[in-house]
């Protein structure tokens, strides 16, 4: 009971405290949705294409919602002492961790269901399997949201957390197949995206959306599982390593 008792309350005052604040908000969905529009633009194709660039859309706007707060407030607590303080409550630190992201990982997913919206007014998209779709969405949050967490753990000040998670998050965007297939990529850069979860993420939406998929849907979701638990062991070793020892 002290376990779900501390759980909750860091839970519930990560979500008032940081994901619910407008420039989280902003910065999670206005750039994604900015992202996709310069490509359909360009593309100067008409609202048939909405599908096709909605698994990207979808993807950025849960690696940004993520992102773009964890790999910060988690360092700014350390900074502040905040975080030693929570390595008192009456919980493991695993549950404690499971409880810092946790926040993260419900703001993805309700990230991921904006673009989805937004497109039902403008296209359709009754081809959407939703058996492919929700699986897809929860793990790239969940791996998403763990990256964004090794990131944190990995710094010690706030401004190495944001140039760090950049690091990681625009060579994403053009190398795990958002927009363009890896098959495209020069050979060189291939085995690069193979290496990154989201690559496994957005093959899986691309077959939620029309079956593009260029892997196994189960393979895809295995890898992004691995992925997902590797991401929390290494940040839990780096915790382990850099704060508690």
Not at 20 to 41: E, R, Y
Not at 200 to 227: E, K, Q, R, T
């Amino acid at each position: 009971m002290n376990t779900l008792t501390a759980f909750w309350n860091i839970f519930v005052k990560d979500m008032r405290t940081y994901y619910l604040k407008p420039p989280n908000i902003s910065w999670g969905l206005i750039f994604p949705l900015a992202w996709t529009g310069m490509f359909f633009l360009k593309s100067g194709s008409g609202l048939e294409s909405i599908p096709s660039l909605l698994p990207g859309l979808v993807a950025i706007s849960i690696l940004f919602g993520t992102t773009s707060m964890l790999s910060v407030t988690v360092t700014f607590e350390k900074k502040n002492r905040s975080f030693e303080r929570l390595l008192l409550a009456p919980i493991s630190l695993k549950s404690l961790m499971l409880a810092k992201t946790g926040g993260a990982i419900v703001f993805g997913v309700v990230n991921a269901f904006i673009p989805v919206i937004m497109a039902a007014f403008f296209a359709d998209i009754s081809q959407l399997r939703l058996i492919v779709f929700l699986p897809a969405v929860f793990f790239i949050a969940v791996a998403s949201t763990f990256l964004g967490l090794f990131i944190a753990v990995s710094v010690s000040e706030v401004f190495e957390a944001q140039t760090f998670s950049n690091f990681f998050r625009f060579p994403m965007i053009f190398l795990c197949g958002l927009f363009f297939p890896i098959s495209r990529l020069p050979m060189l850069l291939r085995p690069v995206s193979y290496a990154l979860p989201l690559t496994y993420g957005a093959d899986m939406l691309h077959g939620s959306i029309g079956g593009g998929n260029a892997m196994p849907l189960l393979l895809d979701l295995a890898l992004l599982i691995l992925f997902c638990a590797a991401l929390f062991a290494a940040s839990l070793w780096n915790i382990k390593r850099k704060w508690i020892a």
